[in-house]
């Protein structure tokens, strides 16, 4: 079977994840901030909704995201917090070499989105990189319907990043 009919399932993120976690998400730095396990142990703990891509059971993709007024200390977070309207905050998305072109990220986005909707959150939220450029992240929430708020500085660390939204009709 090719990657592209493998069989792929959605599951939220369970306890005996945390050490494949740990590992994809540092392999993943500097896309995502280092974080060593006890940290990610903390943040799995305060995200509203988490969600792994399984490729023939095996994790290959990860998706954590959090909803308005937890105590994420994020700025990037903070910054959508700070608005009235509430959300769902995509934190981390993850995908290991071996589950890439496989559409994973997409189908964690639409478990979300289906989530969030559920859950009554009006929209679902995130940053990209504008400085340095992450233009294929870009264009993956665009084809999403994700579109442009603002463009502003992550006072954490000095990068340009693009606020973006994907509201859900009514």
């Given at each position: ?72 200390e ?17 934190d ?31 929209r ?47």
């Amino acid at each position: 079977m090719n990657k592209h009919q493998s069989t792929v399932s959605i599951r939220p993120l369970e306890t005996a994840d945390l050490a494949w976690l740990s590992a994809l998400n540092q392999a993943c730095v500097p896309a995502v901030n280092a974080l060593n396990k006890d940290e990610l142990t903390a943040l799995i703990a305060r995200a509203a909704w988490t969600g792994v891509a399984e490729v023939e059971t095996k994790p290959r993709a990860v998706l954590v995201a959090f909803t308005k007024g937890s105590t994420y200390e994020s700025t990037n977070y903070a910054w959508f917090n700070a608005q009235d309207e509430a959300f769902a905050y995509i934190d981390r998305v993850m995908v290991e070499p071996e589950g890439r072109g496989m559409g994973l990220g997409r189908k964690l986005y639409d478990a979300l989105a289906d989530w969030a909707q559920q859950d009554g959150q009006p929209r679902l939220c995130c940053e990209v990189n504008e400085e340095p450029p992450n233009p294929q992240s870009l264009a993956f929430h665009q084809s999403l319907g994700f579109h442009r708020l603002t463009s502003r500085i992550n006072p954490s660390d000095g990068k340009q990043v693009v606020m973006l939204e994907r509201r859900f009709s009514i």
